[in-house]
């Protein structure tokens, strides 16, 4: 995501800079350029909010895609390990009620 917006920030700047060159280089009064540099930087400055605006739409989006990935997957484990710690219990209750039985056999034995 970084590179993303690495690469529109870096289009954006090269943009900016290509239309001030052009304007400081056209052949016109100064009173009408720097009008024309002022229009074009409200425009780049409206153009950069909409985008980081779009930006953060996209980061929020993945964020939430990740959180709901991650919530899924511990929810997986935890039922994972509540069915294998329940296998777990069925096999000592066995063994218990074999333990239990051999040590009845051999009080009946003594």
């Known amino acids: 995501m970084s590179n993303n917006g690495n690469t529109v920030l870096g289009i954006l700047a090269g943009t900016a800079v290509g239309a001030v060159l052009g304007i400081l280089f056209a052949p016109e009064k100064g009173s009408v350029t720097r009008q024309r540099i002022a229009d074009e930087a409200a425009t ?9 605006v779009e930006l953060r739409d996209t980061l929020g989006s993945t964020i939430s895609a990740q959180k ?43």
């Not at 780049?44 to 980081?52: F, I, N, Q, T």
């Not at 294998?84 to 009946?108: F, G, M, P, S």
């Open 44 to 52: 780049k400055r409206d153009l950069m909010a909409e985008k980081a």
């Open 68 to 110: 709901d990935n991650l919530d899924h997957q511990v929810e997986a484990i935890v039922s994972n390990a509540s069915y294998k710690a329940e296998d777990v219990i069925t096999t000592l209750e066995a063994r218990l009620k074999d333990l239990k039985a051999k040590n009845k056999n051999l009080q009946k034995k003594a």
